[in-house]
């Protein structure tokens, strides 16, 4: 089937693949109305979020910056290591939730509105495409069209412009992972001074060039899983989009049948993944409103009122009591809840300003003679913050006796710096009367911050060191 013969949508298979397995490709209409509009403010301050939050800064650190290198993950002013990774599971629960909150409410709303795949998708990549080649009309045209000088130029300019969007959202992705004055200097010192960082970037653009100039609405009909987990997060009181088939059928020309719908098809021509929306709630239905939009233009222009497709539910376009307030959604809000507090109360405990870790040196696990018992322990500080630090340690709890080597001494961290020290403690043997527990305190200045580690000291038989006489 070439590019530009029509194909009527049904529920049998998806409409990007012909009967013989080959791609359909689509070349979605334009559309203008107030969901559009929306739609397209809301997809641009998304894409103006993504490109300056490496820009942002909170605490000293960007906004976002997953610093790989330094083992650091700020997070709009949170500073987790590695260490504390562990909180991020509840933030990703109840932010998972959140989103089965949004489609038991609303639908694929995300799919449409705010998922990065289709916002670059429909407010660049189509841009550029309808810059270059026009209308859908005249899409289908150049593609069918055999190779001439003005085809080529526009394909060698569209692709051109493919290439420079996807590389500044790969540059722009691989921010969050590099500090900024960092890339721009490997940006400037070339590819092979850092092969890594290129490879990366390299292989994101391909991959993007890939996915928004060919494969496009594939991804979302055949590789999203989210498109299929959805059908089990809905019920018949979800806010979709659909079709009002009381009002609408029978359809057929104005004049001559008595549904509103005069089977224009212009709902079909505008949708990004080629279905009909008449046929009701489909898997490939992205929930983007193209087709509201294009009906309600249809309608005006026809002296009938709007909203033949339009958001509703299940309930409500069978003219059947609607319902928002639903146990899964009292349930997945409780859900989305309890992840969030739970991320909220575990980062404001775990994610503080410092690290200290102490651990038994390698080796004999103490140390003794007829004098004292010593144990060896290492003491590891890490300095979240942007300025430097100064600690001090000493013995919070310890047996009469007890000592440690260097206490009260003050050390000082770089900003975002690591040290590692030796911790001698050591016991006279005449306090020494076995293994016993001990408390180190870490004091750290600025913020006034005391970390306590508890820990056991080991020693010998205390009769080995007391003999009879």
């Not at 340690?393 to 009260?408: E, I, N, V």
Request: net charge positive.
């Amino acid at each position: 089937m070439s590019a530009s013969a029509p194909k009527r949508p049904n529920l049998d298979s998806v409409t990007t693949i012909n009967e013989d397995g080959s791609r359909f490709f689509l070349y979605p209409a334009d559309v203008r109305g107030k969901w559009t509009v929306w739609r397209r403010v809301f997809g641009y301050v998304l894409i103006a979020i993504y490109a300056l939050l490496p820009w942002i800064p909170i605490n000293g650190n960007p906004a976002v910056l997953f610093d790989v290198e330094n083992r650091r993950f700020h997070l709009a002013g949170l500073t987790l290591v590695p260490q504390n990774f562990w909180v991020l599971f509840f933030g990703i629960t109840g932010l998972g939730f959140a989103l089965f909150f949004l489609t038991a409410l609303l639908g694929r709303l995300w799919c449409g509105w705010a998922c990065p795949y289709t916002v670059f998708l429909e407010h660049i990549f189509r841009r550029i495409e309808r810059f270059f080649e026009g209308d859908a009309p005249s899409r289908k045209r150049l593609a069918s069209a055999p190779w001439s000088a003005n085809k080529a130029v526009r394909q060698i300019g569209k692709h051109a412009f493919y290439a420079l969007a996807a590389t500044v959202i790969a540059h722009i992705f691989l921010s969050y992972f590099i500090p900024l004055p960092r890339l721009y200097d490997y940006m400037k010192e070339g590819p092979l001074s850092h092969a890594a960082a290129f490879g990366i970037v390299l292989f994101l653009t391909l991959v993007l060039w890939f996915c928004f100039g060919w494969f496009r609405e594939q991804f979302c009909i055949i590789m999203c899983p989210y498109g299929r987990l959805q059908s089990a997060l809905t019920d018949d009181d979800t806010v979709i989009i659909g079709y009002d088939l009381e009002r609408g059928e029978p359809r057929g020309a104005k004049g001559k049948a008595e549904g509103d719908c005069i089977d224009c098809k212009r709902c079909v021509n505008v949708c990004p993944t080629g279905i009909d929306i008449r046929n009701g709630l489909q898997l490939e239905c992205i929930g983007c409103a193209a087709c509201i939009d294009a009906c309600d233009e249809i309608m005006r222009k026809i002296d009938r009122p709007t909203g033949l497709v339009r958001y509703d539910s299940m309930n409500g376009l069978a003219r059947k009591k609607k319902r928002v307030l639903r146990p899964r959604v009292f349930a997945y809000t409780a859900l989305g809840l309890l992840g969030l507090a739970a991320f909220a109360f575990t980062a404001s405990r775990k994610a503080s300003p410092y690290v200290a870790e102490i651990s038994r040196m390698r080796g004999a696990p103490f140390y003794s003679d007829t004098a004292a018992v010593r144990n060896h322990y290492q003491l590891r500080f890490l300095n979240q913050r942007n300025q430097p630090v100064t600690f001090t340690t000493d013995l919070a709890f310890a047996p009469q006796g007890f000592t440690l080597s260097g206490a009260g001494q003050e050390i000082t961290v770089a900003p975002l710096g690591e040290v590692t020290r030796p911790l001698i403690v050591i016991a006279p043997a005449a306090s020494y009367t076995g293994k016993t527990e001990i408390t180190f305190s870490i004091h750290a200045e600025p913020g006034d911050v005391e970390i306590r580690h508890a820990t056991l000291f080991l020693g010998p038989n205390p009769e080995s060191l007391h003999p009879d006489p």
